[in-house]
């Protein structure tokens, strides 16, 4: 039993603090259900002090420790979203403490000092999911200002049962009074349908119609959160598409038009599995350029999709950054039988106005 005299520090992480945090998290692991498993792990164990160093040195993320007698007793860990246009919002991924040091509002102070490291960089959202059979965590994000946006079902698998995970978050400041007004500009009068239309899995050889593919896109679509400069360049781009292209749990299809030279990306399908009791739910996004709508690309993109999914395990399906003012993309994915599972109003900021963010998901028998 811990002496309720001993001082508890609550720190920031440093990167010397690497295998301390290791130990301490695989203690924690061990003493709770809620959190993960060493197996889970991969190489952070080997890598923690450095990857410490990295976030610190790139301010995108940070470990704040409860620290008594030298000795880690609790953490936190948090990062900012990784585009501009998200790095107000920090999402909060693990919180531990030791069984004998609960009851003591150690919990509530590492929430306090992430919340601090979040306002010191003008961060206007803190968000984070929990097990909806965590009722202590449950009650601590509640009592921090922490409220319900949503819930996931089949969120993760725990020892052969389905748990689902809710959603919750608190503003750090009051969103914009601009609202990013809605979009559903109509298709063009097309009337061509498939034809003309090839699926084929990319190539390396790609990369520069990506490029311009994805370019297109965000200039067409006034509710993207990532900025034309934050595309990849091609040659990093061709880089990226032939690692992604090895991993047996990540797809991509296009839809192109034209042949040789003259060929096209119109649209495309992206995917992807989670990790370890994750790795039922593929994560996907469909785009089509507007000079395609209309005509059952989407549509053509998602059936293979799905089928390629079932072939491969899945359980669920996500569309995770799906903005609500694209009224357009909403109705394509609910037509598809994806439901509404968390809405977060004022997620993130767009020239001065605000946007909000759904997460859709479908469950696949």
Known sequence: MPDPAVDVAIREAAPEDGPALVAAMTAIDAETEFLGRPDEYGDWPAQAGKRLGLWRERDVGVYVLAVADGEIVGFLSAFRGGLRRAAGVVSIFKVGLRTAWRGRG???RLLEGAEAWARARDVHRLELRVDEENTRGLALYRRKGFQLEGSIPRSIEQDGRWCTHLWMAKPLRASADAILPDFDPPPPATGRGLDGIVFRRPRAEDAAA????????LAEAPWALQHADEVLAEEMLRKDLVR???????????????????????GAVRAGFGEFRMRHDLDCGISVLREGWGRGIGRALASRLVRWAGENGARRLTASFVTRQNRRGVRFAERLGFQRE???????????QSIDRLRLGKLMD
């Open 106 to 108: 150690i919990g509530g």
């Open 210 to 217: 990506l490029r311009t593919w994805e370019l297109r896109l």
């Open 244 to 266: 992604r292209l090895a991993d047996p749990r990540w797809t991509m299809l296009l839809a192109t038009t034209g042949e040789g030279a003259g060929e096209r990306i119109l």
């Open 342 to 352: 968390v809405l977060m109003p004022g997620w993130a900021m767009i020239d001065g």
